[in-house]
């Protein structure tokens, strides 16, 4: 094959992901949570834009919207989000430095992550009319890998958020492992990551009452609400199953007081046979 070939071949294979994540939990844990993706994969070409919300908050839509408007703007310490077709209109303000990690990189790719705010302070407005109030979170990942060529059999993430810290942690196990344990802007030396605790040299945060808001499969989420991912997406990565949860976090430093806050985290796991 000549290389003008080569080069144009890969040209029209080449894959990137753009997903944005926002959430919110108010005094009284309501949750929300937003996601607005851009796949570009050779001919295929997706957005999507869905979120995942308490009940209570009335005038959300659940259904996906596969429309490229409408999407995340950031502009300087702001995140806005004007989302008619899921009935929410939002504001993130950033109250933390952001935080950007090559998580992982190799010849056909790379996986970036840019916390670009991890605590936020947070105004949702439903098309029910009502107006929320609380703390979130706002990140973006950037992958020119496809995320079911990474091997993975185990994926921990979550972040907590009080009105005076922050902690954000990503968890990789399988072909590459990888964890990484941010405090306040500070990487944690030594950090250890369960389904129930976090802790390192400086700090421990424990999470209590977990409340579950999402379990079903990879493909259960998105097979159904975005058809054409199956032409993307092998089915064995689809049957990963992913857990969701919130809860109520307790960070303690050695000697000093406790912070309580509130928890969104998630444990994504695939059988050995599927990686």
Not at 151 to 178: A, C, D, M, P
Not at 194 to 218: K, N
Request: charged share 20%; with cysteine.
């Amino acid at each position: 094959m000549a290389q003008s070939d080569q080069v144009e071949r890969n040209s029209r294979n080449k894959f990137s992901l753009e997903k944005y994540y926002v959430d919110l939990v108010t005094a009284e844990r309501q949750y929300f949570i937003g996601y607005s993706a851009f796949l570009h994969w050779g001919a295929i070409k997706i957005n999507y834009n869905a979120s995942l919300h308490h009940p209570s908050l009335l005038g959300l839509r659940a259904h996906p919207s596969l429309s490229s408007s409408n999407r995340p703007v950031v502009d300087n310490s702001v995140l806005t989000w004007h989302s008619p077709k899921l009935g929410f209109d939002g504001q993130w303000q950033q109250l933390a430095s952001s935080e950007r990690q090559v998580l992982h990189q190799t010849d056909e790719g790379v996986v970036e992550w840019n916390c670009l705010q991890p605590s936020s302070r947070v105004q949702l407005t439903t098309a029910a009319g009502t107006t929320h109030h609380g703390l979130g979170y706002v990140e973006c990942l950037n992958m020119t890998i496809p995320p079911w060529r990474l091997g993975l059999q185990t994926l921990r993430w979550g972040r907590f958020v009080s009105e005076n810290h922050s902690v954000v942690w990503i968890e990789w196990r399988g072909k590459y492992n990888l964890i990484l344990l941010i405090c306040d802007g500070r990487r944690a030396l030594n950090p250890k990551i369960s389904d129930r605790m976090i802790w390192c040299d400086d700090f421990d945060l424990s999470l209590e009452h977990c409340e579950t808001i999402r379990e079903d499969s990879i493909g259960e989420t998105l097979v159904s609400k975005i058809p054409s991912i199956l032409r993307v997406a092998p089915i064995d990565f689809l049957r990963g199953k992913e857990r969701k949860y919130v809860s109520r976090g307790r960070l303690a430093f050695p000697g000093g007081s406790d912070h309580t806050g509130w928890v969104i985290h998630e444990r994504v796991s695939w059988e050995q046979d599927q990686i």
